[in-house]
């Protein structure tokens, strides 16, 4: 299993790349910044499992918190509004 | 006789579920009368575990405390078994409400909820309720005012969730049974409130 490196409450920045195959990050959230809600436990990387291997070692799953209007400028509603997605840990750096 | 409509040949997909199916049966993996009482037990689920669950949470506070910090576990403690399930349960508030969407495909807790609807399957609900889910809630009739903060989650892989809705005021004294009658399934999406 791959070491979680993010903790509760750190600033995460989603990686902005483009590669092909089976990839659970969806488009929108690439280059945004937002905040670790929660660790989930590690699974396997589903890239990799994709391929027909066995995805280990496990990555790390994160809940990342972003607030709306972080990832959509034009965002209607309350700037309290909140997305939260599950990311793996390869496709986030520390801001 | 009805008419049955024009010819349509198998889709990719149905094509691809067939051929696996024949071949486990043809390998003795499984037999044709498992496939058809598993397919008929799942269209047979519904939501009412989902509500089993929720009306609990309103009457048993320690229980609810389990919950939400372990839902798979919880869930077994009344004797659903959610296999595969990494379940997080999101509690509505005064101050949060909570709504779930997956919008790569559409993960959803099934071992509760049954199957999902197919508006919550549609690119039209994948694609806007992370965008403008304030529009979205009020087109099932759900207006939150502007001082609730409204968090979506988007399903994206392991985990899958399910909305604690808020107790309904009127309610008191109300047995866990009746409770558990008011718990629908949109509200365990988010895009309801249980309402007496």
Known sequence: ?95 | MNDPGPYRPLTYFQLMEVSLRELLVEKGIVTEAQVAEEVEAMRKRGYERGSRVVARAWVDAEYKKRLLANGTKACEELGLEVPALKLLVVENTPEVHNAVVCTLCSFYPRMLLGIPPEWYKSRNYRSRMVREPRAVLAEFGLDIPESVTIRVHDSTADMRYLVLPMRPAGTEGWSEERLASLVNRDSMIGVAVPRV
Not at chain 1, 60 to 81: A, C, E, N, T
């Open chain 1, 1 to 95: 299993m791959a070491e979680p490196q993010f903790h509760t409450g750190d600033r995460v920045r989603v990686m902005e790349v483009f590669p092909l195959g089976h990839v659970r990050t969806p488009f929108y959230i690439r280059g945004k910044t937002g905040t670790v809600e929660r660790y989930c436990g590690s699974f396997p990387n589903p890239e990799e499992l994709a391929q027909m291997r066995d995805g280990l070692p496990a990555q790390p799953l994160y809940r990342v918190k972003f607030r709306q209007k972080d990832v959509w400028p034009d965002y209607r509603g309350s700037p309290d509004d909140l997305l939260e997605v599950e990311i793996y840990q390869h496709w986030l750096e520390k801001t």
